[in-house]
Structure formats: C-alpha cells, structure tokens
Nanobody, 116 residues
Framework: QVQLVESGGGLVQPGGSLRLSCAASGSMFSVYAMGWYRQTPGKQRELVAT???????NYADSVKGRFTISRNNAKNTVYLQMNSLKPMDTALYYC??????????WGQGTQVTVSS
C-alpha cells in the first residue's frame, strides 16, 4: 500500500501563489506516476497535473502556464507550485499515486481557497 499526506493549502488572494506538498510512503517501488486532482462540491474530481517516473508531465488546460508539478524522489514527495491563482482554482486538492499493480491511492485532500 501507499500512504499520501498533503499539506500547503490555505487562503490566498487572487494573483497569489501557493505550493502544495504530498509526502508518500509505503510501497513506493510500485508507483509509476503521481499527480494532483481537485474537486469542488457537486462536481467530479478533475485532473490538475501528473508526472510519471520518467519525468513526463500532463496538465489540465486551465492550469497550463500557471501551475508546475515536480517531484523529489529522494524524499518521496511531489509538489504543485500554483501561481497566478484565480477564484476558479478554489477546490479541495488531492494527491494521487498510480501503481503498476493496479490500485491507485489518494490522500485526504488539502483545501485551497482563492478569494479577496
């Protein structure tokens, strides 16, 4: 199994920045990709950004040019640097890990609120 713990959420004004962190532990040898998703009440969880073990990234169109995903493999941590935040970015952000064995894992989520 893989355990994921997110941190770094909070309240920020429009145009501001936040960096989310996701510390992973457990059977990391089976993880081949990690990423971030977000969800607002009444809507489906949506992809924000992912990165595989080869460093390839994928971003939602709505965050391209503003968000950057990165990983520190030595620390088993994935980050999401969010710049130029907009009210539409307000959501509960979840860390995700995909494994070669099939199961995927989720963190508990961290709230990001963009408001003046």
């Amino acid at each position: 199994q893989v355990q994921l713990v997110e941190s770094g959420g909070g309240l920020v004004q429009p145009g501001g920045s936040l960096r989310l962190s996701c510390a992973a532990s457990g059977s990391m040898f089976s993880v081949y990709a990690m990423g971030w998703y977000r969800q607002t009440p009444g809507k489906q969880r949506e992809l924000v950004a992912t990165m595989d073990n080869g460093g390839s990234t994928n971003y939602a169109d709505s965050v391209k040019g503003r968000f950057t995903i990165s990983r520190n493999n030595a620390k088993n941590t994935v980050y999401l640097q969010m710049n130029s935040l907009k009210p539409m970015d307000t959501a509960l952000y979840y860390c995700n890990a995909l494994t070669s064995a099939g199961p995927q894992y989720w963190g508990q989520g961290t709230q990001v609120t963009v408001s003046s």
